[in-house]
């Protein structure tokens, strides 16, 4: 719809800040900023103070790549997690669904990303020679892709798998399959020809 | 999905602030995060200081309660619009849908809300005493309600109309029917029936 009225300029930029998020478009842009001028001020200071702080205390884990305040996170620092082991994931939700599956006792590098050619994110940009040195340090003996079953979740695998090969790591893949506690009836037939394909004794 | 990881406080935070949003679940919330900390920062610091500012430098005009730098705003203080009209609208999106009409010469009042007796918004809420006031400035001579044609819409607009026409104002209300350009056989029945009600030789 076209804007007949001009918005006010610092409403017209928060706007258009707001609809720099992913999945917000210029209606829920507009509302979002309705919302928080009109009926939720406290909140517009909340994330002002939050955003602010986020910018200036997080930084990047050292040796996972991870979101965290300290040089090194928790989990890297962790003495009991197994550092022979090295799971790659796209973003720190995937790593969180990992660990929820309590079956991982290894180690992590968060890509941060993903390799994207139509999109323009390459190898720059998902940071390939800081994935490559974290993992020839001598101690992983074994990677483990866990990027997505997407298009460029696997473009992604494909490309670090080859170059973490050419190093002489050992180098694995999540398994594709039915997912547990599906009906076979409402999986996908890409994911049964997967689980076909790949089916085990 | 559980949070096995605990992420880091300022993290946190920020997640916790964007789910305040409205429509921003915490799935949402945390893509944003991630999004603004590691693919836009400049995104970030823009949203920070739009925040800022338009908590800092908008107000409500004084005339029609929309959002204004200018005590008065602009549409209101143009002396071309028919004052003796007012019109009460929800929102500055809706005030925008019908100034995109072209049908309409008068001056507004954008309530910035509506009645919710479930949700818990009442007449104090849409400052009912303030509505009161500037539409009986002694110019105006009709109030038009243009409140959604919403369950909550319709309540604002028969409470607003009531009090309204207990002052000896003429009151009217946005007319009801089949959407121009609409094939009949795919309006709701609803609708049908009001056209039906409010049919005119
Ligand atoms: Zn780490
Ligand atoms: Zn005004």
Redesign the interface.
């Known amino acids: ?11 017209a ?2 706007i ?3 609809r ?4 917000v478009g210029v ?2 842009a ?12 406290p ?16 930084r990047h884990c050292e040796r996972c790549n991870t ?3 300290e040089p090194i ?3 890297c620092a962790d003495p009991r997690r197994d550092a022979t082991q090295l799971c790659i994931v796209e ?3 995937d ?3 990992i ?2 599956s309590h079956g991982y006792r290894g180690l992590y590098y968060i890509l ?2 993903r390799l994207s050619p139509l999109g323009g994110a390459g190898a720059e940009e998902i940071g390939l020679a800081r994935v490559l040195e974290r993992a020839a340090d001598g101690v992983v003996r074994e990677v483990i892709l866990a990027t997505s079953f997407t298009a460029e979740g696997d473009v992604t695998a494909h490309y670090l798998g080859d170059a973490l090969r050419a190093r002489g790591l050992t180098v694995t893949r999540l398994a594709r399959g039915v997912p547990a506690g599906s009906e076979l009836e409402y999986v996908d037939a890409g994911t049964v020809a997967w689980a076909l394909a790949e089916r085990r004794s």
């Open positions: 719809m076209d804007q007949e009225l001009a918005d006010p300029a610092p409403l930029a928060l258009g800040a707001l720099r998020l992913p999945g209606k829920s507009r509302r979002m900023a309705y919302h928080l001028l009109q009926h939720d001020q909140g517009a200071i909340a994330l002002t103070q939050a955003l602010a702080q986020a910018l200036t205390e997080l979101f965290s305040v996170c928790a989990l973003t720190p939700a790593q969180n669904v660990e929820a941060m990303g």
